[in-house]
Structure formats: C-alpha cells, structure tokens
C-alpha cells in the first residue's frame, strides 16, 4: 500500500498517537506517497462531472491537505481557488506544490468564510468528523457559497459483507475506536460513520438542496450499483 518514499511503520504508528492535526504535520512530507491522497482518478472523475455545471469564479476545498483538489477546482473556476486545513504541515506542502492558489489554516467545523465561494469540494476527509459535527462544517460550508453555490463531493458505496474489504473496514473503526477508549488526544478516522443516508440528510438539514450522480468511470460493484457516487448539494438562490 505504501511505497518506499511513503512513512515507515513506525512513523504511522506515532501519528496514529497523536491529535489529528499533529498526527498531519508529521505525515505532510510523505503524505503525497500514501493511499491517504485522494487518487488522480477520483479527482478527475469528480471533475469531468462537475464540468458541464460550470464554470464557476471562486472555489474552496474543504480539509485540503496537501492540494489534491486543486486538480479539480483550478481549471473548473475563473479565478481564485482557496484550500483551508488545520494542519499547518500539510498547507505548507500546499503552499509549495500550488503557490497560485490560497491556502487557510482554519478548523473547519467553525469555517470562517460568508459567502465567499461558488464552488466547494472535499475528498477524503468526512471520516475525521463525528456524526455530531456534521452540521457545523456543513453549516460553514452553507455560510461560505454564494446564492445558489454548489458544494460537491464524492462518496464510496459500503463494501458487501461478504467481501474482504468490508471486514477490513469495520476491522480499522474497531481498533481506532478501542485506541480513542484508552489513548488521548483522540485521533478521530471512522471509515462506516457517512453513509450516503445520513449524509444527504444532514445536508439537507443545512438547508442544501441534494442529488447524487454515479461516477461510472470509476467503476461498478458486483451488483451493477456504482463503485462511487458524486453528491451535489447545492445552496439555494440564483448565482450572481
Ligand atoms: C486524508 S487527508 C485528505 C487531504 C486531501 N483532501 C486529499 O484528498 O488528499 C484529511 C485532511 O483533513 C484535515 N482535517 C481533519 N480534520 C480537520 C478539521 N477539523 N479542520 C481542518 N482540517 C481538518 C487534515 O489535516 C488532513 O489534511
């Protein structure tokens, strides 16, 4: 999973012991080689997708780490594209990679942005929140676009039971919620706390208006169903 420029076992151990923030600033430099950046495939995917719902001025990715996103906002938006994290190691390697872009050092459950933004996105990044958090970041997010803004981004279907991948999933919450029982600062990663359900309605409670569209290209599970779904939540009002 790991290449070798990627973090050694012992340096994903002590993250994994730290606060998620600090846990990011150690894993910044390497972090570009871990299967934690959102791959080029889901971006593009994400992006082709958006495309025809454009083109839009301002965008902002939400949790940016390292600037992944800015392969799908830059050449969506006309003109700035902002990227706000809470690590400060990860905006640095932001900040090296994309010097043309802005970067924000916030925490995003009290994002401090008005109406700002036309297009939003996030990848990678919902399993760092408790279900009990949601409605303040997707409130930000809701604060932070434009009337009739959009905010999108991509969501995987649960692995079947039956398949390994699901067992791995449920495998990792159980022994991160067993570290967060007895270790502090809690380092908050859940892969089964989003499911597209409960996700699409507390956007809705944020006053989003909710539709989801297949990411065919990145392909189909056994039962013919989407391998991943883009969510499209838009704000309600008339673009200006
Ligand atoms: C798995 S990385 C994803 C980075 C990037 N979006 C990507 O797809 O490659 C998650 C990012 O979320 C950020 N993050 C987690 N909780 C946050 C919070 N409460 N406020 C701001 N950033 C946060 C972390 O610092 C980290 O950079």
Redesign the pocket.
Known sequence: MFSTQGPSLRELAIQALSS??RG?DLLAPKFDHTP???PDSVLDATADTLRPLGPFRHGL?V????G??MRVLQPLCQERATG????TG?LTQARTTHPDADWVR????ALPFTEAFDLAV????LG??LPAERPALFAGVYRALRPGGLFAFPIGAPPPVTSGWYWTLLGFDLAMRARNAVWRPPFVMYYRTCPLHAVRNDLTAAGFTVTTTPLTALGRRQDGSPRYRLILARKAGTPT
């Open positions: 998620v923030e990011y934690f950046r959102t990715d949790c940016c780490g390292t992944a996103g706000v994290d809470f690590s990860m916030a925490d995003v459950r996030t990848f990678g990044a760092h929140f």
